[in-house]
C-alpha cells in the first residue's frame, strides 16, 4: 500500500516537470542583439540596439527586400531602463549575450563613460567578450545604422574587421570591457580604444547602400581614441595608433616601407614582435626602457639592390630597427606633449619596479610621465625574402 | 546513542578536502585581493600554513579523545549540564554554517546562471539532496566524496591547464609592496573561511574512523591538499583577471571559467567551474548539517539521529532564505562578523578544551 502511494505520488510530481522550464526562452521569442551603441540624450541615455532579423539571415532564399538587421533606438535615464523600454517597440524581448561590439558616441565618451559601463560589467546576461569602441565624429547610432557588404551584420563586420586590422595592420585596439574598466582604474595606464568612422552618413543607411559594388556608405576604423580615466581627450593618427601597438607589445603582424640606399623602396611584414617595458627611478625621476625584438620578411622590393648578399640585409634590418623606433618615439613624443596621458603603462612599468617611488610620483603622475625620460631600442631580424631572390627590376628594366 | 558508522582513512582525507575547498574556492580570491591586492596569492599560502597549523592544535585535542566525540567530551570533561550547553553553541554555529552555505550555493545559481529561477528551488532541491545524504549515513556521504574525488581532479586540471596560457605575470608584481601586514589580514579571513569551520569534523573524528591512529595525518593531508587547490585559484585569478577585477568581482573564479577561449571551440566553459563548486559545496553544507543534526540528537540523548534530519532539513532550507536579508549584508557579515564568530568556535573553543582536557586528565591522576 506505502509503496503502490509512494510510486503514486512520485508520478505526480514528475507530471509537474512536463511544462517544462518556468522560465524557459525560445529561439524565436529572442531578439538577439549583435550590437549597442550609447550616445548622450537630454537626460540620460540614447541606446540604440542592433538586432538579427533571423527571417532574413537563415533562411534559405531571404526575401531580400527587407534589412538583415533591424535598429531600435531608445532613450532612458539610465542605460537599463533604456535596454527595457526596447520591449514597447519589439515583438522580441532583448537577448545579450551575443552582443559583438559596444560603441560609445563621441559626445558621451567626451563627457564620461563610467556610469555607462557600470551596466554591461553588473548584468549577467552580457558576456565580456565583445569590443568596445569609439565612435569619431559620430554618434554611436549612425555607426549601428550603416548596412555593410559581405557580412549581412554589421555588428559582425565591426567585430571581424577590428579583429583583422588589429592582427595584420596593427593600429588599431581590441579592448574587451574588462580590460577597459581594468584600464580606467588603474593609476599607472589610462585606456585607449579603436575609433570607427563613418563615410556617407545618409545613403548607407537603406538597402541601396549594399545594392552597388562599391556601397557610397561604409565604416572605417581610423587610429585610437585617447581617454584621461573615462573621458575622451584627442585622437590618435593611424602612424601614432600603429605605435601604440607597438609599445603595448599588440602587434601581430604588420607591413611597413624602409627606404633603399640607393632610393626607392623596399616593404617589410613583420612577422614577430615582442615588446618588453622596463622602468626605474633615479633620483626621484621615472625612466623607461622599450626593448623591441622583431622579425621581418621581405615582402616587396622597388629598388635595385642585391638580395643574394648578407650586406644588404643587415643594412635592411638596420633601416627597419630605426623605422620602428623612430615610430614608437614619435607616438610617446606626441602623447607627451599633446595629451599628456600615459596610456602606455608606464606608470604601471614604475610601480612594478619601484613601489616605493610610486606612491609619491602617482600624486601627479600626468605631469612626470609629460617630461619622462624614455630609450627605445629595437632589434630587428630579417628571416625570409619570399619567392624570388633578386628582384627583376634589377636585369635592366631600364 | 551515536551511529556507529566508521570511515576510512582516504574518505576521511577526501571529505576534509572537500569542506576545505568549499565555498572557499568560490569567493576567498576576492577577499583576499581587497587585503593583499596583487599578493593575495602569498595570503593564500601564509592564509594555508595559518590552516594547518591550526589542524596542527586539532591533532592534538585530537588524542585527548581517541574513542569520543566532542559532544561527549564536553560532557565528559566539563560536566554533563556546562558540557551540553558549550555543545549548544558548538551545534549553533554548525547550524549557521549549513544554512549559509545553501544560501551561497542558491544566491550563486540565481545571480550567474539561471537568474530567473526563484533562489528557493535550488535552496529545496539542494536542501533534499543533504537530506537524502544524511539519512543514507555518513558512510553513504563518505563513499560519494570518494568517487567524485577523481572527476573533482580532472576537472580542475583541465580548467588550469586551459587558462595557463592566459598567465601574465605582470599582473602579479610587485612583490613586496604593501609588506607583511596585509598578508596576514588576508591570511587570518583565509583561516576563517577554510580551516577554522574544520571543528565541526570533530563529530567524526577522531571516534568514527576505522584505524584511529593515523586519523590526525589524514586530517592534515586533507587540508595540505584542498589549501594547494585554493591557493592556485587564486593564483590563476590574481594573474589573469589582474586585482582590481578580481577584488571587483563576486564569484572571481566563474569569471576565470569566462576567459577560457581556444580556438573558438573550446569556451562558454564556465559552468564547468560551477561544477566543481557543486561537489565542494555539498560536502561542505552536509557536514555542517551532519554535525548539527548529530550533535542535536546527542545533547537530547535521542538513540538515532536519523529522525531529525527531515525537520532539519526543512528548518535549514528556510533559515537559509532568511539568513542573509540580502547580498551587500552577506558581504558586510563575511568580513565583519564571521571572522570573530569562527574564531570563537575554530580556535578558541578547542584551545579552551585543550586546557580543560588536560587539566581533567591530571586530576583523575
Known sequence: MVRLLSVLVSVFLLLSLLSGCWSRRELDELGIAVGIGVDKAANGYRVTTQVVSPGEIAAARPSGNRTPVTVYETTGSTIFEAIRKITTKSSREIYLAHLRVLVIGEALAKEGIHKALDHFSRDHEVRTDYFVIVAKGATASDVLKVLTPIEKIPANYLYLALDSSQKLWAPTATITLDELITDITSEGKNPALSAVRVIGKQISQTQKNVESIEPPGFLKYSGLAVFRKDKLIGWLNEKESKGYSYITNNVESTVGAIACPGGGKIAVEVIKSKTKIKGKVRNGKPNIDIVVKMEENVGEVECEIDMTKRETISELEYAAKLRVEKIIKNTIKKVQSDLKVDIFGFGEAIHRADPAAWKTLKQNWDEQFAQLDFNVNASVKIRRIGTVANSFHKEGVE | MTSNAKISIRQFSVLIMFYTIGTTILVIPSSLAADAKQNAWIAAIAGWLLGLLIVAVYMVLGKLFPHMNIIQYLAHVLGKWFGKLIALGLIFFSFIGAATVIFYMGNFMTTQ????????????????????????????????????????????????????????????????????????????????????????????????????????????????????????????????????????????????????????????????????????????????????????????????????????????????????????????????????FSLVFGLLLPLMLLGAGILHKRMIK
Open chain 2, 113 to 340: 546562471v539561471m537568474p530567473e529561477t526563484p533562489i528557493e528551488a535550488f535552496i529545496v532541491l539542494f536542501a533534499s539532496l543533504i537530506v537524502l545524504g544524511l539519512r543514507l549515513g555518513l558512510e553513504v556521504l563518505a563513499r560519494t566524496a570518494e568517487i567524485l574525488f577523481p572527476w573533482f581532479v580532472i576537472l580542475f586540471v583541465i580548467l588550469a591547464l586551459f587558462l595557463i596560457p592566459e598567465i601574465e605575470l605582470e599582473k602579479i608584481m610587485p612583490i613586496t609592496e604593501f609588506g607583511i601586514k596585509p598578508i596576514m589580514k588576508g591570511a587570518v579571513s583565509y583561516a576563517s573561511y577554510s580551516s577554522l569551520p574544520l571543528i565541526v569534523f570533530f563529530m567524526i573524528y577522531p571516534a568514527s574512523l576505522n584505524r584511529n591512529k593515523e586519523a590526525g595525518k589524514a586530517f592534515f593531508i586533507g587540508t595540505f591538499l584542498g589549501g594547494i587547490f585554493v591557493i592556485i585559484v587564486t593564483f590563476l585569478s590574481i594573474s589573469i583577471l589582474g586585482v582590481d577585477f578580481t577584488e571587483r568581482n563576486m564569484y572571481p573564479s566563474y569569471a576565470l571559467g569566462k576567459q577560457i577561449i581556444i580556438g573558438n571551440f573550446i569556451q562558454r566553459v564556465e559552468i564547468l567551474i560551477a561544477g566543481i563548486w557543486f561537489m565542494t559545496i555539498f560536502f561542505k553544507s552536509a557536514l555542517y548539517a551532519y554535525s548539527f543534526v548529530t550533535g542535536l540528537a546527542q545533547i537530547f540523548e535521542c538513540k538515532d539521529y536519523r529522525p531529525l534530519v527531515l525537520p532539519s532539513g526543512m528548518i535549514l532550507a528556510a533559515y537559509s532564505l532568511i539568513v542573509y536579508p540580502d547580498v551587500v549584508y552577506m558581504m558586510d557579515f563575511d568580513t565583519t562578523v564571521y571572522i570573530p
